[in-house]
């Protein structure tokens, strides 16, 4: 019996030549709209740093808590990029193990906004504190008061989830990252190939490495799926165990908070494969198909987020209680809360998720872009929606609630996040490849066909 004749080969020298010459571009061809760009970030960085420097110096006055509001932008915040770093586990780790090839050009930049939202979202509660030096309730003793922290509360929660989540995630970006780092190892010379050396250690593709290489990816992608949904849950709680706030302690917040932050991570990612197609011009690897899944897989989350969203609202209308009742009259039909509810809806789910039902807008990078942007301003929405109403109107005597007004101090601080969230990324595209070297080639042999027969058939099967 004839074995199958190979009708093509993708996997020649040319080809894996021109895919580490694209695809290392990045880091040693800068166009210089790259460096305008990550000077603009840098600019909105230093002014978001220096707001606050000037809240620690004067104190929290400077912004707009007050009592009964005391959580507000730095807490919407710390939920908005926890979210965000979701995107990285249901690109990279679920779509690993199902075998999706377009996952290919997306899943290291999804890996990297993870780390980089993880770290803003740690900052956030050092923030709020506005004493940020006096963080030592995260470890078990508090020395500079004598007094043990609560291990039932949320403030030693979060800092356990989200530092094993941040852990494993740096651990799985690294793991990946070592064939594409002998890449830059082999095209560097002095102290730069020196360092790359160290980072790749050793790696010279041998059959055994890239054994042990996939199977860490493998165990990496299944050990991380617990905390990816352990992570965001607990930050739910951090709402749910509130007894005494009204709109706070909803049995549904866990796998609602879940569903958000795979819907706002997802959309973050398409944005940011958008920019950097066009910064480094990978027209060639983040293809139309690419976002055309990505907008199909972004539709049946986002309808599944506002399957719970509606369930959220409904639970909290069922039992009739007034509280409930005043406080969601307050969220969707009183100023300006009602101005804010409805750009929520329509930026988060009205707008985007019909315009994702259209294979034309599915494929248009511009639409796409604008969609997704229209995503993350609606749930960023959603997130200040959920705490600000509900704390203003904590205490049970009316004479003790208000509202909140952000300071000028607050809003820097918030915007200075973002570009340094978004500069991070950039300058992580500069000192390592954004899009999978290996993964790349892999594909290019997965392509390959062979006769059987009379027949042309995929080498091998996979899901497109």
Known sequence: MHEPAVLRRHTTPEIDRRINDDLTSSMFKTPSRYWML????ALVTAMGAGAAGYMFVNGLGVTGLNRPVMWAFFITNFVFWIGISHAGVMLSAILRL??????????RAAEVVTIFSLLLALTMPLMHMGRPWRFLWIFPWDFARSIWPNVRSPLVWDPAAIGTYLTSSILFVYVALIPDLAVARDRTKGIVKAG?????MGWRGYPMQWRLQMIAGILLSALILPVFVSVHSIVSWDFAVTQSVEGFHSTIFAPYFVIGAVHSGVSAVVTALIIFRYIFHWERYILPKTIDNLGRLLLVVATAWFFFLALEILFGLYARENSELALRTLQIFRWPYSLLFLIFIIAAYGFPAPMWLFKGVRRSFF????????????MWLERFLIIVPSLARKQALSFNWSTYHPSVIEILIIIGGFSFVAMLVLLFAKVFPLIPIYDIKEGEILKDEIIIGKKRIPAVMREE
């Open 38 to 41: 990550v000077g603009f970030l």
């Open 98 to 107: 199902s075998q999706a090839e377009w996952r290919r050009p997306a899943t």
């Open 196 to 200: 790359y050396s160290l980072l790749a």
């Open 367 to 378: 639409w796409m872009a604008i969609t997704t942007i229209s995503v993350n301003i609606g």
